[in-house]
């Protein structure tokens, strides 16, 4: 097929536009909507440092290439930070990916490890808890290593990977078990709490698909192998369900954050930003006493001296 804006040869056909691409106008309309979420989700000024979430895989490297060429030439500071939880065999190979990339972005990469930072890995994890699954405290420790490297580099926003896919699957997940709280609390966040690096996503409006294609085409390295714990996920029903739902009505997902972000102001009014105390141990913000992350490693603490008895 032919290029809907020109006569050279399709590589995309966009069905939620009815548009066939080439290579030319598909990386244009890719970068435009890169530019707008920028433009759209902060106000990034010269000086300002981003810290990118940088995994290894397509969505964090495409996120960390696109940054630095946006907003490098802008006077804005762009470095990388790729977490380590522990799991052997895949972890290592997907930060080798990100510090060549980021070598070849010309930034700095840093390392964020669970195992420096909270004495634990996600494979230890997995295998003293059997009662919920893995993911559940590696999503909390991540976040929780990434927000304290990003202070730790002086960092004004963290820059995530996370696509189209992924905010339709959160914003349906949250919704059909009634996290309305939640659903108000999702970024990108325009609303700055005190300790929390508030977070942009460049490639909220793009799908997987589309990304993929686009890291393909400009020959960024990337990891493409599933965490071995990704299966237990309760994401993936929600994957499956919109996957099949894009497939039959195209835009779906588009529609689903376009309403999403209708009614956030509305759920930002209810829900105000819940007053921040310093966790008494690790001193980062919680609206308790003890943070999430100090919870779950103090459990993880008891089930292993349980298991060494």
Known sequence: MRCSACSRDAVIFIPYSGRYLCER??????????????RKQADIRKGSKI?????????SVTTM????????????????ISVDEG??????????KAKKEAEKARITH????????????????????REKSPCSYCGV?????????????????????LNLDDTAQSILMNFTKGDVERLARLGPHKQVQPGLIPRIQPLRSIPEREIFLYASLRGFSFHESRCPHAGEALRNEYRAIINDLEERHPGTRHSIINSYDAIKPALEMT????????????????????CMACRMLEEIKKKRNAREK
Do not use: W
């Open 87 to 96: 799991v052997p065999g895949y972890r290592e190979l997907s930060i080798e």
């Open 65 to 80: 290439h696109l940054t630095a060429e946006i907003m490098l030439p802008r006077g804005v500071e762009v470095e990388a």
């Open 110 to 129: 840093h390392i964020a490890s669970f195992k420096d930072m909270f004495g634990v890995t996600t494979t230890e994890i997995a295998m003293m808890e």
């Open 25 to 38: 106008h598909f990386m244009e309309f890719f970068e435009k909507r890169v530019r707008a979420e920028f």
């Open 271 to 290: 829900f105000k930003p819940a007053k921040l105390n310093r966790c008494e141990r690790c001193g980062e913000p919680t609206p308790g006493r003890l």
């Open 141 to 161: 420790l991540r976040r929780q290593a990434l927000n304290l490297k990003a202070k730790e580099i002086g960092a004004d926003f963290l820059a995530t990977g």
């Open 51 to 59: 810290a990118v979430a940088v995994s290894g895989g397509k969505d």
